[in-house]
């Protein structure tokens, strides 16, 4: 890839379209019970080498890139993937365990709170992973204390957890963290590319004054903000992971800059999908309050604005 995915890249991507579409629509979400990577979908994504992707061949991966990492997530993002699929995928990253990458053992994200930590992920899952700019953990939950909590996103199950044991694993660096950083910047691309579809499609059909409501000005120009905020978004994206696949020393920053204009672009998308739909953009039978929810989720992961701000203007300042 030089700006856009091509080639081989370009089927990766529509088999992973093809594949999560089917696997994990979005429509699922609609029927309660819906969240998280249960067993069933876990092993149908190990099955394909979904987890591995970017796993050396030599670990039982498949020896690919970031690249292709990032463009199964865009994809991922599109149907509101769980966040227990990318942790997986980076506990994968992380020891190429062969249970976690057949999909025997469920892996859920950590994220610290405080003294505490929230854990997102199915209720079987084995094992939970704790990723910093730093290092990278991975702890049993046999033995740890969770207390299950209510979960603004219906793609997810929110747990917080009191006590953890010692980690099985242990891995210095950025290596994770810049993988879970892509893996959320694609997926929140993908988020806000869905939102931006849905409100096209609905303009094109819904009419108010005898004219379809996508010819009025009111309708076509955050349409159109928001087509600029995702194609900077996207083209961030591309560059960030080829950047990553390279090895390239400024990587990290082009990291934390995609990660912020997707959060950006997705929040803005998902939050004008609402706007432009009026009352029914809020029901339950519809997929716009689906992708707000997720978006609201993904933007606080690998990075929120503050933090993502201050790491790139570290860099400059550092340059």
């Not at 969240?35 to 069933?40: E, F, M, N, T």
């Not at 405080?114 to 049993?140: I, N």
């Not at 980690?167 to 950025?174: C, H, T, Y």
């Not at 390239?248 to 739909?277: C, E, F, M, P, Y």
Request: proline share 4%; net charge negative.
């Amino acid at each position: 890839m030089y700006l856009a995915p091509d080639g081989h890249e370009v089927e990766i991507a529509e088999a992973a379209a093809a594949f999560v579409a089917q696997a994990l629509p979005i429509a699922r979400l609609h029927t309660p019970g819906s969240a998280d990577l249960g067993q069933a979908a876990r092993q149908r994504f190990a099955e394909m080498g979904w987890f591995a992707l970017a796993v050396p061949e030599s670990g039982g991966g498949s020896g690919l890139s970031a690249v292709e990492h990032a463009l199964f997530f865009r994809e991922a993002g599109r149907q509101c993937g769980p966040v227990d699929l990318l942790a997986q995928c980076l506990a994968a990253n992380l020891t190429g365990d062969a249970d976690i990458v057949s999909g025997a053992r469920g892996v859920a994200l950590l994220v610290a709170d405080g003294e505490a930590w929230r854990l997102l992920g199915a209720a079987d899952s084995a094992l939970a992973l704790l990723v910093t700019p730093d290092e990278a953990l991975l702890y049993p939950l046999a033995d740890a204390t969770t207390t299950s909590r209510p979960a603004l996103d219906p793609a997810n199950s929110l747990a917080v957890v009191s006590a953890l044991p010692d980690p099985v694993e242990r891995l210095a660096g950025d290596h994770i963290w810049q993988l879970g950083e892509l893996g959320t910047a694609a997926m929140l691309l993908g988020v806000a590319e869905a939102a931006l579809d849905l409100i096209v499609d609905y303009a094109k059909i819904r009419e108010t004054f005898g004219r379809k409501i996508g010819s009025w000005q009111a309708v076509r120009h955050p349409c159109a903000d928001v087509a600029v905020r995702i194609e900077a978004a996207r083209a961030q994206l591309w560059y960030a992971a080829a950047a990553t696949k390279e090895g390239r020393a400024d990587a990290a920053t082009h990291l934390d800059v995609a990660k912020h204009l997707a959060n950006s672009a997705a929040l803005a998308a998902t939050d004008t999908t609402i706007q432009l739909h009026g009352g029914i953009g809020v029901t339950e039978e519809h997929d716009a309050h689906l992708l707000l929810k997720h978006a609201l989720v993904l933007s606080r992961l690998f990075g929120a604005k503050r933090a993502l701000l201050g790491r790139v203007l570290h860099a400059g300042l550092e340059d």
